[in-house]
């Protein structure tokens, strides 16, 4: 159901896009990348417009979504386009917490975002409500499965043609999770990295809105929007410690910009937060440059179940590095084995059934902790970013099977028996 945005109008609050590198100065169209640093661009707030406009009070009595924060978003209508995205539930972890022997652990669970299930319906919302704004007609995307289930998704409520770029591989759940919306599907036979490149020709060719290549500046700013639920949900308090997965790298480097924009604006008090990032091995170019002490991303060829987050050249690797770096933070990687033990961790104990991004977070955060880099004593929030039925096929062969049975209660109790005699001895196996 679209949700109406209350009648209190607001003044626009952004005012340009800044190069990265070199703050070079740009107007505000659908570009993303300095011509003369070659360096992404961002865009650049009026914090004291902000200031004037927003409280805590006019914030919780905002809409249930993520345009409660609106005058923080990179969007001039009054009417954005609002499918219920965000507001999604911070969980209080016990048995999670007490498994890891965390005393103070939240998991931000976007595996029930609306209305794919994902946290890129934050960024989608963002960008298409941009898009509609620039006369775009045709929407598009470069995805590893999240992205085009959300494009696709939103724009057939927004009304916008579409037609988004997957790789052929990809899981059937998010290729079916996008087909169902009756967009046009490309499925290019190459990683997404190839598939990327041939999106940015087609930017240039046809003119499309692409809502990670031509409006990427203004898409990315949804993202802050799960720095700023957490901190709200909190008590508007910032956590102590976060564990975040990273792909590009720029959900990662947008949490600490939305804890960092609610210190500037005073609605939250300012204190350290570090900030920690999760790779799969077999996709980890920005924890390799982590581990080896380097500010530059070598690219890797993606080889790994978690495909939501196997970006081989990430746009925004460097930038993550430094706020792991400056804040104190970590970034790890994990196999797909941990992967998949990370996914069974989540669910055997708080009922959550994450993707693959979600099990390489968890398998990342008990990492951590047994490495003693996570305080037991600390605020520790660990972000899940995507539901596990679209990735059903990463955990088949892993869970076990059903006991199949007569319909005679002698049946049942042989076999509930043998159910109890195998939770023995793998019981006995974990003690040994």
């Known amino acids: 159901m679209t949700q109406a945005i209350p009648a209190t109008k607001q003044t626009a609050t952004f005012t340009k896009l800044v190069s990265k590198e070199g703050g070079v100065e740009y107007d505000l169209k659908p570009i993303h990348v300095c011509e003369e640093t070659f360096a992404p661009l961002e865009v650049h707030y009026d914090y004291d417009a902000i200031r004037r406009q927003v409280s805590r009070e006019s914030i919780a009595a905002g809409p249930n979504s993520i345009w409660r924060y609106r ?31 965390l005393k103070e652990l939240y998991i931000k669970n976007d595996a029930v975002n609306m209305p ?13 409500t941009r898009a509609r704004e620039f006369g775009f007609s045709t929407v598009s995307c470069a995805s590893t499965g999240n992205l085009a289930n959300s494009t696709a998704a939103i724009a057939a409520h927004a009304g916008l043609d579409c037609c988004v770029f997957i790789p052929a591989d990809l899981e059937a759940g998010k290729v079916l999770g996008t087909l169902i919306y009756s967009p046009t599907v490309m499925a290019v036979k190459g990683n997404y990295d190839q598939v990327n490149r041939l999106c ?10 692409f809502v990670n290549i031509n409006l990427r500046p203004y898409y990315s700013e949804g993202s802050k929007t799960l720095g700023f639920e957490v901190a709200e949900q909190l008590g508007w308090k910032l956590p102590d410690h976060i564990v975040a997965p990273l792909a590009s790298g720029s959900l990662f480097t947008k949490i600490y910009k939305g804890f960092q924009e609610f210190v500037k604006v005073g609605l939250v008090a300012d204190k350290a937060v570090r900030c920690s990032g999760a790779q799969a091995e077999g996709c980890s170019p920005i924890a390799q440059a982590f581990k080896e002490g380097r500010d530059f991303i070598t690219p890797v060829k993606p080889q ?41 961790l989540l669910a055997e104990t708080e009922g959550i059934f994450t993707e693959t991004a979600g099990g390489t977070t968890i398998a990342v955060l008990q990492k951590l902790v047994e490495q003693g880099k996570i305080d037991p004593d600390e605020t520790t929030v660990v972000y899940i970013t995507g539901n596990g039925l679209k990735t059903q096929e990463a955990v088949q062969g892993y869970i076990g099977e059903p006991l199949t049975i007569e319909p005679k209660l002698d049946s049942f109790e042989r076999a509930l028996e043998r159910s109890r005699t195998l939770d023995r001895l793998e019981w006995q196996q974990v003690l040994v």
């Open 304 to 344: 790994t179940i978690a495909k939501s987050i196997a970006i081989g050249n990430p746009a925004d690797g460097p930038y993550a590095l430094d706020v792991a770096r400056k804040t104190g933070g970590n970034i790890e990687s994990v196999n797909d084995a941990e992967i998949i033990s990370g996914i069974k």
């Open 116 to 128: 794919t299930l994902s946290f890129k319906d934050r960024v989608v919302s963002v960008a298409l």
């Open 71 to 101: 005058a923080f978003l990179p969007v001039a209508s009054e009417n954005p386009i609002d499918v219920g995205t965000g507001m999604t539930p911070l969980l209080k972890s016990t048995r999670l917490a007490r498994r890891l022997g």
């Open 200 to 209: 940015s020709e087609v930017a240039n060719t046809y003119g499309w809105g």
